[in-house]
């Protein structure tokens, strides 16, 4: 049985508390095969493993709820540890995180990228960002509490102390604003189609590299729909020939090799749905030129792609498009305006 059940009781109601109380115990199993494996390999002392356990867990809770809803889960948490007087908060003034060994550096930063790793194939595989943090928790303390259960507890307390102190809180995002030099409409567009994207972004997990394919793909169907298949073809080869000259000098940030999941596939069908439904309902229902929207999302899939990746992805973005095109996929699109 899990050691909180759900840490969030009915904050997360939303999430289907049934899903994540028959997610926790799955996850817990995962987490532990994944940590004794580790261990066995490195040597690494568990009281390394656990603080790292704990920093993943916060993240995830403040990814998933903000740190206001995450501190006060945490506050509650250390509540029920101390409402006997046994253990007092006050008694951890001076307990941290403790010190790691020069020789321990290297497998303490290789267990945290390996657990973050696991998090985001447990996200891939449908798993919940709530149902994996409370796994994470669940079993750092009851680990750690059959080491020492004032260790436990001073583990749980710390965290809380750097979540008062804002050490999880994200930094304020700064998304892409649209061009200085576009118009108006392609503004407006712009920043529409970006929200749309950033909210689909959070809500699912996926990587941006997921969802980039789909908006060039509604965006070719815009500009189909203005320049006809051959006019579409002949601009997405234009951009791909004006790319190659700098993409031998360009910094490289390519995305990350990730596994591609039945998940994956399913929520990408779902955001290129969704934006495409926005791109139709802005040409059919506001009588907004497709020409527009095309801009406005072209010059979205460049802002979005250099921000996170490099250009060498971009390239790659419109050549598979046209290949796309070249190949059929986009025959059943006619020009209309």
Known sequence: MSFFGSLFGNKAAGSGQST???????????LKSRIVSFQDRTKLRYILIFPVM???AAKLYVDDFGPDVALRTYQSL?????????IREDQFKS???PEIPADAATHVQEFDADLRRLTRELIGQGFLKESIAN?????ALQSSARMDGLLSAGFLITILKELRAGVYSPAPEVRPEPPADADEATKVLFIKMRDIAYM???????????????MQKVCAVCCIRYRGRDGALVLFRDQVQRLMPLLAQCPKNPPQDLSLT????????????????????MVESADVHPVYVAEALARLIIELTTKYYDLVYLSNILFACCTDIE???????????
């Open 262 to 281: 039945p998940l994956h596939i399913e929520n990408m069908s779902k955001f290129e749905g969704a934006l495409q439904q926005f791109a139709d309902s």
């Open 95 to 97: 307990f941290g995180w």
């Open 54 to 56: 704990h920093k993943v």
């Open 20 to 30: 994540v109380k028959s997610q926790i115990s799955q996850v817990e199993e995962r």
């Open 135 to 139: 796994a994470l928790v669940n079993v």
């Open 200 to 214: 689909f972004q959070e809500h699912s997990g996926l990587e941006w590299q997921r969802l980039l394919p789909g």
């Open 78 to 86: 250390v509540n029920s540890l101390t409402s006997d007087g046994t």
């Open 327 to 337: 190949r059929g996929k986009f025959n059943a699109i006619r020009k209309t305006h």
